[in-house]
């Protein structure tokens, strides 16, 4: 199984920036795709962006495009998420995860991460 370990949430202003970083290990030789999903309080959980780990696709959600953009690292085998100009409504919980194939659906993805939490304060 795919081993996720998450960092860089925190709390900002609206109008700051984050940047999210995820790593992954173990059985990674499956894995095509890594995306980011969030859940904030009483919410489904909701698809953010993702990217094909050894090709050029990505695909954002459209509440974030222009603001947020998905990068990689594969010597590092790490996934980001940089987010900009953040409003109060990017409040929620960010996960990573990883799939065999491009989805926008949480169902299409087999391995998390434990999850941080992003709060953008008004």
């Known amino acids: 199984q795919v081993q996720l370990v998450e960092s860089g949430g925190g709390s900002v202003q609206a109008g700051g920036s984050l940047r999210l970083s995820c790593t992954a290990s173990?059985?990674?030789?499956?894995?095509?795709?890594m995306a980011w999903f969030r859940q904030a309080p009483g919410k489904e959980i909701g698809f953010v962006a993702a990217?094909?780990?050894?090709?050029?696709?990505?695909n954002y959600a459209d509440s974030v495009k222009g603001r947020f953009a998905i990068s990689r690292d594969n010597a590092k085998n790490t996934v980001y998420l940089q987010m900009n100009s953040l409003k109060p409504e990017d409040t929620a919980v960010y996960y990573c995860?990883?799939?065999?194939?491009?989805?926008?659906?949480?169902?299409?993805?087999?391995?998390w991460g434990q999850g941080t939490q992003v709060t953008v304060s008004s």
């Open positions: 173990g059985r990674t030789g499956s894995t095509y795709v």
């Open positions: 990217r094909s780990w050894t090709g050029f696709s990505t």
């Open positions: 995860s990883v799939g065999s194939t491009m989805a926008t659906t949480s169902q299409r993805y087999n391995s």
